[in-house]
């Protein structure tokens, strides 16, 4: 199967970049499965059932969030009825809608399960996401069940503890890999055991801001160490950051692993054809041309 999974996007600038690239990319990729992280994907805080239903008209198959997903108030109750929307599962019991879910592929290739849980160094603390990973996959096995692939989102902080949750999960996943740092890491890869890994996808978003957000209210606050005005999130162009995995249809385990980095400012990255370099980018076409013929080569590929 082939895979495309973004990290947080962030505003209506986040919001453009899946509108605009995910159709085609599906096309051109011949994408089996998306997931999109969307807990900043309202003004930079939640997501509503209105961006939900635009997300999934573009090609979006699943969509995860993260500590942003109770920041509008119609989250609790839209989720309760979209199984397609997920939370980390290691919320309190109680929670309403669900951490995890089995969601059928593309064309009848299959069925894909989704699992996000949430870290606990230098974020809320939740319950051990190492034990709700350890349920979900005594719940959703490789190749059993109807299982074809399994995309697992550790959604916090400290890369250590994203680095210690791709091992413990390595051969039993598809692909393990961070959200929320809002910075993409140069680390994709597919480790000992066979699945896909990447610490952090980094966001959907304007790279020219302050992790999505205009830049001077975040810097003064930095500077100055007093609140002040609220955070909005920036509005130039985003750039499309993910990972794309290609999987072994006998074992559900990685074959190919590309960052993806299109649009925006960030120098691009993803599996060969990608879309032109766009004319706000730092980065030309001849660059976009050299990172795809990267990715041409035998073997798992990697960051471009
Ligand atoms: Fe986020
Ligand atoms: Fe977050």
């Known amino acids: ?16 970049a899946v509108l605009d690239h995910i159709p085609a990319l599906r096309a051109a990729w011949a994408l089996d499965f998306v997931v999109v992280n969307g807990e900043n994907a309202a003004g930079g805080f939640g997501i509503t059932g209105g961006i939900c239903r635009e997300f999934f008209a573009a090609g979006v198959d699943v969509i995860v969030t993260g500590n942003h997903v ?4 119609d989250t609790a109750a839209y989720i309760a009825d979209e199984p397609r929307l997920l939370r980390p599962m290691n919320y309190p019991a109680g929670a309403p809608g669900r951490g995890h879910g089995l969601f ?10 989704v699992i996000q849980v949430m870290g606990r160094v230098f974020m809320d603390a939740l319950d051990d996401p190492f034990a709700a990973v350890a349920e979900a996959l005594d719940h959703h096995r490789l190749k059993q069940g109807g299982v074809d692939a399994i995309i697992l ?4 902080e400290a890369t250590s503890e994203k680095m210690a949750m791709g091992h413990f999960t390595d051969g039993r996943v598809s692909l393990v890999c961070g959200t929320h740092s809002h910075v993409p890491t140069a680390d994709a890869q597919i480790l000992p055991g066979g699945s896909a890994y990447q610490t952090d996808l980094g966001m959907t978003g304007d790279y020219d ?15 100055t160490k007093r609140p002040g005005r609220r955070f909005e999130p920036a509005g130039g162009e985003a750039t499309l950051c993910g990972v794309y995995v290609e999987t072994d249809d006998a074992t559900g385990l990685a074959t190919r692993v590309v960052a993806v980095r299109l649009g925006g400012r960030l120098a691009p990255s993803g599996p ?33």
């Not at 505003?11 to 453009?16: D, I």
């Not at 989102?153 to 916090?156: A, F, K, L, T």
């Not at 801001?209 to 500077?223: A, L």
């Open 70 to 73: 109770w920041d509008q108030k």
């Open 1 to 16: 199967m082939r895979l495309l999974y973004c990290g947080d996007v962030v505003g209506r600038a986040g919001r453009q």
């Open 209 to 223: 801001s302050v992790i999505g957000f205009v830049k001077e209210e975040p810097v003064r606050r930095f500077v």
């Open 153 to 156: 989102d550790i959604h916090g």
């Open 104 to 113: 059928p592929a593309a064309g009848g290739r299959g069925q894909v399960a």
């Open 272 to 304: 060969a054809p990608l879309p032109p370099a766009s004319s706000s980018g730092l980065v030309g076409g001849e660059m976009a041309e050299a990172v795809a013929g990267l990715h041409q080569g035998k073997g798992p590929d990697t960051d471009g």
